[in-house]
């Protein structure tokens, strides 16, 4: 087979340990020119130099093994040399989260990125204090720590929408868990041993509200929409970044790829 050939075992010892997302094809024997903040990184940041090794991937063609041919001060060269491993369908998860400040929303990005999250959907409800996001530094955010995590994908980072806005388009076959404070909220783990039969393949959501929580209008509109469940995360009152993570490492543990024969996945098309 031509295509299992070009993988390479999976040797963390010989593997490069420095990875790389390429926003452009990867093939054998192919090449890249890289320039601006890539370059710097390289040559600045990690220090490296021409002839060092790197592990590419760009969410499609899976990882390849590439080196530097040439590393100059504003431009590179990368030889792509051969495949590490072939791309896999991951988890098909969003988080639906109210937009919180700068700092803490940086770190809420990174972390669902290492948790594996397909898609980031920042969405403005009544009592969202920051009605704004920043998509291109949160995308790069979630490129670094993409490659960082090992993961061969890098989630969709889309703009900020109203909750009416995000609920009119969103689709009827993607379960919705609603994390809120309510008194028909489940436990979570209760709420996804619930579904942990019948809907591993299904695609699914986490949404957060704001700080403030959801308005009580919201909070009845989201109640009554069929593909919600509206779980709760214990009794302590929790930030909304921590209550995304926590919501986030629960559906992985019960439904995701933390499971010990992790599901079938479609991959996702965002």
């Known amino acids: 087979d031509a295509m299992k050939s070009e993988v390479e075992p999976r040797d963390g010892k010989s593997q490069p340990r420095t990875r790389l997302y390429i926003d452009a094809p990867l093939t054998a024997n192919g090449g890249l020119a890289l320039d601006g903040d890539r370059v710097h990184y390289l040559r600045n940041v990690l220090r490296l130099q021409t002839g060092a090794a790197l592990r590419l991937f760009n969410g499609r063609d899976g990882e390849w093994r590439g080196r530097i041919a040439r590393l100059a001060k504003g431009a590179a060269d990368i030889a792509v040399e051969a495949r590490l491993r072939e791309q896999a369908a991951e988890c098909d998860l969003w988080l639906a989260f109210a937009p919180i400040k700068r700092t803490r929303i940086d770190t809420l990005v990174e972390k669902a990125t290492e948790l594996g999250v397909a898609a980031l959907r920042p969405v403005v409800t009544q009592h969202t204090a920051v009605e704004r996001t920043n998509s291109e ?20 980072v889309h703009e900020a929408v109203t909750l009416e806005k995000l609920l009119a388009d969103w689709p009827a076959n993607r379960h919705l868990l609603l994390c809120a404070e309510a008194g028909s909220a489940r436990p979570i783990a209760e709420a996804l041993m619930s579904h942990s039969s019948k809907d591993l393949a299904a695609p699914w959501a986490v949404m957060i509200g704001p700080e403030g929580g959801f308005a009580p209008g919201e909070l009845d509109g989201l109640m009554k929409l069929p593909f919600v469940s509206a779980v709760g995360l214990g009794p302590r009152i929790l930030r909304a970044d ?19 024969r992790p599901p079938r996945r479609v991959s996702p098309q965002l």
Do not use: F, K
Request: net charge positive; with cysteine.
């Open 137 to 156: 530094r949160l995308r790069a955010i979630a490129i670094s720590a993409s490659e960082q995590s090992g993961r061969l994908s890098v989630p969709a």
């Open 242 to 260: 921590t209550a995304a993570l926590a919501a986030l490492a629960c559906w992985q543990a019960m439904l995701g790829d933390g499971r010990s």
